[in-house]
DNA sequence: TGACGCTACCGTACACTGTACTAAACCGCT
DNA sequence: AGCGGTTTAGTACAGTGTACGGTAGCGTCA
């Protein structure tokens, strides 16, 4: 009686959409269709629809399971403490899960995760003692940094310390002719040094900004 | 001998581009095929085949051509004037253009415009004295910054001016109960007052991070 | 006992996608 | 007139999401 339909675990609305974080994780968003999944799951496609009722909100439903990834910040904290480690634990979030910037675009309907760091967020911003204005205009500019940043990560045809020389060396060799001197400079001045990690320049940008808040939030307090 | 197929422009590289992008913009992204973009040409899908090696050409291509819609910044001009001229330029291209954002993620080739936006920004950082590794700092901040805020903008379900409060006020009574309070105060204190637009929080982040750069340029200099 | 409906799952079929392969039409040359 | 490269089309195929219609196993009730 040990067959496989009996050993696979029963299929779930959860069980789909772990599997398809899973999925996306290993082989991209593209790689991700109905059939696939199926496949990584031990069944058949149609078996998928009903749990879910279509592919949409099998979409909807893994990019609110990243935010249910993210630790909330406390909103009775300090401020710019949270927002730093927010931030972070979202760059984290989207760096596990690169395909997760390129979905929210299309995405319109958030999820209860997704609500549930939004509120959070601004409680600790509006507690600290931000206006309702400056609230508004900080998380509207955090966000916009956290997610752009994630965008050009997720864009790098490298990953981590170290590699970009190897991916970078045959690119430059077409930029010979001359046209691109302060790209060559950056190149090679820079980005091709031993121990260069884009992702470390994260952390120039979001202290420069934390700063700039903490003016603007003392002239206000 | 006023047929159709006389009448209608000679295809090109240039005009598969350009109507691709027309196409893009009418109707998304995701109604860009093969077949439709044939069919508003007045062609057939294989024909533009002999144009473009395969549809992963043609987005390269639009993502290409929005980076040409946008004025290079001049490298002699005051940095932070011509950066926050590309800025604003940036972003307006990419609200005109709003898929473009989703596809720099999956987009790895640079075009031509694109080398020659990312060389006339560089220059003029350099130009003005920033070390190089301020500029790669300044650089990624600010893009980082432009395409996060594009991003959200086009995640945004309504666009422009008031019309936020026609789509909001229904998705707001599902939160009447009181699970998500700072999103409702936020809401109605500031998104749903009339007049209010998101793109207008564009210039606050966009002013606090040349302030920040500012500083730090000053301190350099 | 047998009819019933509910849950969980699946097989088939259809319209649509990108594009490989093949063939035909066109056009400037001798 | 005929050749050869350039340009355009037709057909076909595998892969996509999913509508539609099952089926197998259950508990309930007459």
Redesign the interface.
């Known amino acids: 009686m040990t067959t496989a339909a009996s050993q696979r675990l029963p299929l779930s609305r959860e069980r789909v959409l772990e599997c398809a974080v899973a999925l996306a994780d290993e082989s991209g968003i593209a790689a991700l269709t109905i059939r696939t999944l199926a496949q990584s799951m031990g069944t058949k496609p149609m078996s998928l629809y009903y749990y879910v009722a279509n592919k949409d909100e099998i979409l909807d439903g893994i990019v609110d399971m990243v935010f249910s990834e993210i630790d909330l910040p406390a909103p009775h904290g300090e401020w710019r403490e949270e927002m730093h480690r927010r931030a972070q634990a979202v760059r984290a979030a989207l760096r596990r899960h690169?395909w997760a910037?390129?979905l929210?675009?299309?995405?319109?309907a958030p999820g209860p995760a997704t609500?549930r760091h939004?509120?959070a967020t601004?409680?600790t911003l509006?507690t600290a003692g931000f206006s309702?204005?400056l609230?508004?205009?900080a998380y509207?500019?955090l966000?916009?940094?956290?997610?752009?940043?994630a965008?050009?990560e997720?864009?790098?045809?490298f990953e981590g310390r170290d590699t970009a020389a190897e991916i970078t060396n045959p690119i430059m060799e077409r930029f010979a002719t001359g046209?691109?001197?302060?790209?060559v400079?950056?190149a090679v001045?820079?980005?091709l040094k031993p121990g260069y990690d884009?992702g470390d320049?994260f952390g120039?940008?979001l202290d420069?900004?934390l700063?700039?808040?903490s003016r603007?939030a003392a002239g206000e307090g």
């Open positions: 690169p910037v390129g929210m675009e299309s995405r319109s609500l939004h509120e601004l409680a509006r309702i204005q609230t508004a205009h509207a500019l966000d916009s940094y956290i997610y752009g940043f965008l050009q997720a864009a790098l045809p046209e691109y001197p302060h790209m400079e950056i001045e820079h980005v884009f320049e120039f940008g420069l900004i700063d700039g808040l603007l």
